[in-house]
């Protein structure tokens, strides 16, 4: 039995000494994070089951203190895979229920977040004896590239296994099996307890430090370290219409661990990176939310933004015929950012804030008269080019978003495409237009 040992620290991304509390949290966090459930893509669920029945046992393991000392003591592994069989896996309000309280279940803080963050410096992360430690790649993608897809090439940094010795750290590229345990990594310990009293204990093997194999370091090439610095590089498509949470996994292609003998997982993920560019936020992961500074007159008067910075390279006139208040915020469905929710394409909304534009000083009549009939002049602008759309209340889509914030996160919304919206509303007399540059 030379099973390599996990590490059930290093799984739970905690500390050797962190405490009960520090346990409970790193299992809500990583739960969230890998609950199958949550993940309906067949590849990557199969990688999230796995990930999720791995931490389950390391905190059925770590959460026990009389397992966990055992575990302390002598590395061993009680924990048996858990099996989740015909049930199905829990629900995370069963785990949060579980462990008491429901803490932090609402905006789901920090889902941006990647458990494995070895190799990546500064990160904080875990340090661990074991070698065989996923990465993730951060890509920073720009609002257009989003839209219309591109092409990046990215250089990764990871230790691969030693040409010269296989990965064993021995010219004879054969690992060497410790014959103080026999491989085993772990010791039976006899001692006397008394006047013909023995004891025995196991007791981890010091001399592999519980691997069950020793490297001689023959090797040249490594000096016995098993692994040599390498690049990886690799061409990652972004798709058009990209939905920028997706988390791409490059299996067994990073670190080789030399024990096992495989190549850890290397998981790519995206944040946007152009936003000031911009005049806009993003909210509810895919909402764009921009800020109008608009004139009393066209507020009142019935009013059409001519849109043309969307990242999606399209222009937009953005109509209403209400009256918009000061602060008021108007909704349109559909021109937020893509959301791939497994194959299911849907775009979040394009949220417009307005602000009135005020006089910096007060004005006597006159001026008022002319301050407020200031509004913006369209002439120039071929107003056949832009795409029309409405603008709706917020209240239109409520309901839509009370059952997104039921799924805690941030994937959800409906129907695609534009179509359905029964156009724009007739207007009556010329409505105020307004242009942004
Ligand atoms: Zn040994
Ligand atoms: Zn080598």
């Given at each position: 039995m030379n099973q390599p040992k996990k590490d059930y620290y290093s799984i739970m991304e905690i500390e050797r000494d962190a405490s009960q509390d520090d346990i409970t949290t790193a299992y809500r966090r990583l739960?969230?994070?890998?609950?199958?459930?949550?993940?309906?893509?067949?590849?990557?669920?199969?990688?999230?089951?796995?990930?999720?029945?791995?931490?389950?046992?390391?905190?059925s393991v770590l959460s026990d203190p009389e397992k966990r000392k055992k575990y302390d003591q002598f590395g061993l592994c009680d924990g048996e895979t858990p099996d989740f069989g015909a049930q199905g896996f829990p629900d995370l309000s069963e785990i949060f229920g579980q462990m008491g309280g429901m803490g932090g279940m609402g905006g789901m803080?920090?889902?941006?977040?990647?458990?494995?963050?070895?190799?990546?410096?500064?990160?904080?992360?875990?340090?661990?004896?074991?070698?065989?430690?996923?990465?993730?790649?951060?890509?920073?993608?720009?609002?257009?590239?989003?839209?219309?897809?591109?092409?990046?090439?990215?250089?990764?940094?990871?230790?691969?296994?030693?040409?010269?010795?296989?990965?064993?750290?021995?010219?004879?590229?054969?690992?060497?099996?410790?014959?103080?345990?026999?491989g085993r990594g772990i010791r039976m310990v006899v001692r006397q307890i008394g006047p013909g009293m023995i004891s025995q204990q196991t007791a981890p093997c010091s001399s592999c430090g519980q691997k069950g194999w020793i490297s001689d370091s023959s090797c040249t090439g490594c000096k016995g370290?098993?692994?040599?610095?390498?690049?990886l590089n690799k061409k990652i498509t972004i798709k058009k219409n990209f939905d920028y949470q997706?988390?791409?996994?490059?299996?067994?292609?990073?670190?080789?661990?030399?024990?096992?003998?495989?190549?850890?997982?290397?998981?790519?993920t995206f944040k946007?990176?152009?936003?000031?560019?911009?005049?806009?936020?993003?909210?509810?992961?895919?909402?764009?939310?921009?800020?109008?500074?608009?004139?009393?007159?066209?507020?009142?008067?019935?009013?059409?933004?001519?849109?043309?910075?969307?990242?999606?390279?399209?222009k937009y006139a953005l109509k209403t015929n209400q009256v918009i208040k000061d602060d008021d915020v108007k909704v349109?469905?559909?021109?937020?950012?893509?959301?791939?929710?497994?194959?299911?394409l849907t775009f979040g909304k394009f949220i417009i804030k307005y602000n009135y534009i005020y006089p910096k000083e007060s004005l006597n009549s006159e001026q008022l008269k002319t301050f407020l009939k200031q509004k913006v002049n369209i002439d120039g602008i071929s107003t056949s080019e832009y795409v029309v759309e409405t603008l709706y209340d917020p209240a239109h889509f409520e309901n839509e978003s009370r059952s997104r914030n039921g799924h805690g996160h941030g994937h959800g919304g409906h129907g695609g495409g534009g179509g359905?919206?029964?156009?724009?509303?007739?207007?009556?007399?010329?409505?105020?237009?307004?242009?942004m540059s």
């Open positions: 739960a969230k994070i890998w609950h199958p459930d949550r993940i309906k893509d067949p590849e990557k669920k199969k990688i999230a089951e796995e990930k999720f029945k791995e931490i389950t046992e390391a905190n803080p920090g889902m941006g977040g990647f458990p494995f963050m070895g190799g990546m410096p500064g990160m904080g992360n875990v340090n661990r004896s074991n070698k065989n430690v996923s990465q993730e790649v951060k890509i920073k993608l720009k609002l257009s590239d989003i839209f219309n897809g591109c092409e990046k090439q990215i250089e990764i940094n990871y230790e691969n296994a030693c040409e010269e010795c296989d990965g064993t750290g021995s010219k004879t590229k054969k690992k060497k099996t410790c014959t103080d345990c026999n370290k098993c692994t040599i610095s390498s690049k997706t988390k791409m996994c490059l299996r067994e292609s990073g670190n080789f661990d030399p024990d096992s003998g495989k190549k850890a997982d290397i998981y790519i946007i990176g152009d936003l000031d560019d911009y005049e806009y936020k993003i909210v509810n992961d895919y909402d764009i939310v921009y800020e109008h500074s608009i004139n009393i007159w066209d507020a009142l008067s019935g009013h059409t933004i001519y849109y043309k910075n969307h990242p999606n390279g399209k349109v469905k559909n021109l937020g950012l893509p959301n791939d929710d497994d194959g299911k359905g919206m029964g156009g724009f509303p007739d207007m009556d007399g010329q409505p105020a237009e307004c242009r």
